[in-house]
Nanobody, 126 residues
Framework: QVQLVESGGGLVQAGESLRLSCAASGRSFGSYAMAWFRQAPGKERECVAAISRNGGTHYADSMKGRFTISRDNAKNTVYLQMNSLQLEATAVYYC????????????????????WGQGTQVTVSS
């Protein structure tokens, strides 16, 4: 498993942008599919965006057009660019990873991942 450390969370106003980063260490990052999940108070954890080993992406419907997931294998880092943030984006955001031999698969279920970061808080105010 890789060790994952998120950063970049914080307090922003509605309509503003934020970029989250997730730094990985321990194993070959390039062999991992990655994803961002979030958990709002009183709600279940949900997949925000996922990215395959070769850069293919998947987004939750409500995030399409506003959020962008990307990865830089040379820096062992995955990013989540969040634009036009709304109040409902307030949550703890988690980075997740799983090793896979298949370079094109994205995984959107929580149970599909075995490496998790500690989470970073994102708060959107009005």
């Amino acid at each position: 498993q890789v060790q994952l450390v998120e950063s970049g969370g914080g307090l922003v106003q509605a309509g503003e942008s934020l970029r989250l980063s997730c730094a990985a260490s321990g194993r070959s990052f390039g062999s991992y599919a990655m994803a961002w999940f979030r958990q709002a108070p009183g709600k279940e954890r949900e997949c925000v965006a996922a990215i395959s080993r070769n850069g293919g992406t998947h987004y939750a419907d409500s995030m399409k057009g506003r959020f962008t997931i990307s990865r830089d294998n040379a820096k062992n880092t995955v990013y989540l660019q969040m634009n036009s943030l709304q109040l409902e984006a307030t949550a703890v955001y988690y980075c997740a990873g799983r090793e896979t031999f298949n370079p094109i698969l994205v995984f959107i279920l929580e149970k599909g991942y075995d490496s998790w970061g500690q989470g970073t808080q994102v708060t959107v105010s009005s």
